[in-house]
């Protein structure tokens, strides 16, 4: 590679990195505001060429990502690093940096997404494989970061240790876990045609099955 290339690479570069400052408040309020037009506008994003995607939003996994890394930023104001940093017991020895520690909770609030669509895919009838999973994994990714922020921002309230900040916290978070299993029947209502019972019952089993799945990953590295 020539200088000029690397130029024109930095300088690519560089745009990507600065359009975030727009495009993260806007996909964020979207979010918050339209959650479930947010989905469908990534389930049609994905018939697009991968050079049309997303134009004027982020990717569903990059929000989701970038999300983690503010939360991430924001504890360590308040409250310092997570211990999982400073220990070096078992598993969570591979956890020595922030960067490592963020990898984990990509992977950890990725289960999430990974298990509703996974069970969206298996109620339509359909073999689970990439082409079927790629869909209902991007758009969940959307509604997953906001669950990581009220997740993630109740821990640090708690983490505080005032009467009124563990309290704040647990709710949040209590909040937060409503929020997106309501979301849940809403969507799976939507796309498999069926009552909201049967669409509560796929929820509240995909939810339960993240849920054990995330505490199993996170007590290997307590």
């Not at 970038?66 to 999982?84: P, Q, R, T």
């Not at 609030?109 to 069970?119: D, G």
């Not at 796929?202 to 199993?216: D, G, K, Q, Y």
Request: hydrophobic share 55%.
């Amino acid at each position: 590679m020539n200088f000029f290339n690397l130029l024109q690479s930095l300088d690519e570069l560089l745009y990507e990195v600065m359009s975030w400052l727009v495009f993260y408040p806007i996909t964020l309020w979207r979010t918050l505001v339209r959650p479930l037009q947010m989905m469908d506008y990534s389930d049609l994003e994905q018939g697009d060429a991968s050079d049309q995607q997303y134009t004027d939003t982020l990717s569903p996994p990059l929000f989701l990502l970038l999300s983690l890394i503010l939360v991430h930023a924001a504890e360590i104001a308040l409250v310092g690093n997570d211990a999982v940093v400073a220990s070096k017991v078992g598993l969570s020895a591979f956890v020595s940096t922030n960067t490592d520690l963020i990898i984990l909770r990509i992977v950890t609030y990725s289960l999430f997404p990974v298990m509703m669509a996974t069970r969206l895919v298996r109620a339509k009838g359909l073999q689970v494989n990439r082409d079927t999973l790629r869909a209902p994994f991007y758009s969940q990714c959307y509604v997953a970061a906001v669950l990581a922020m009220l997740l993630g921002t109740g821990v640090i309230l708690i983490k505080l240790g005032h009467d009124w900040s563990i309290l704040a916290g647990a709710a949040l978070a209590i909040f937060g876990l409503l929020w997106f299993g309501f979301l849940q029947t809403a969507w799976f209502n939507q796309h498999l045609k069926c009552g909201r019972l049967r669409a509560f019952g796929h929820a509240s089993r995909a939810m339960v099955e993240s849920l054990v799945a995330m505490v199993a990953l996170s007590s290997l590295f307590n």
